[in-house]
């Protein structure tokens, strides 16, 4: 949700149970997040530093978002903690085929790492091609 006022805008955002208020209005936020309470159960609990996966940090000039944590969650779940980069995720012009090779063991485990590579695509657009293959 956004309102634009005189004074600056403020964007409300909503994901599920939490909530998010950013913009460049102080007095609006500040009347906003009093307002809130009085309609729902609220609770302020301050400056953004963690959201859906993705870390927020800031600096004087600048807001860093970055899913280093979340990364490193799914290389150890994985097994891969201590694999070495590569220069491209994928070998360029593959061909997936069906009946190509054996069968994951656990397919449900595939989707699942598949669905968390794609949510590593919000800060990552350049695997984007890549994990839209494997999925």
Known sequence: FYRQF????????????????IGSD?????????????QFRTKDLGLLKYFLGIEVMRSKKDIFLSQRKY???LLT???KLGAKPCSAPMTPNLQLLAGDSELFEDPERY???VGKLNYHTVTRPDIAYAVSVVS
Not at 26 to 38: A, D, E, R, V
């Open 6 to 21: 005189e004074a600056g805008l403020i964007l409300l955002i909503v994901y599920v149970d939490d909530i998010i208020i």
């Open 26 to 38: 102080s007095t609006g936020i500040s009347s906003l997040k009093t307002f809130l309470p009085t």
């Open 71 to 73: 990364i490193l969650d």
């Open 77 to 79: 779940e994985t097994g």
């Open 111 to 113: 989707r699942k790492l």
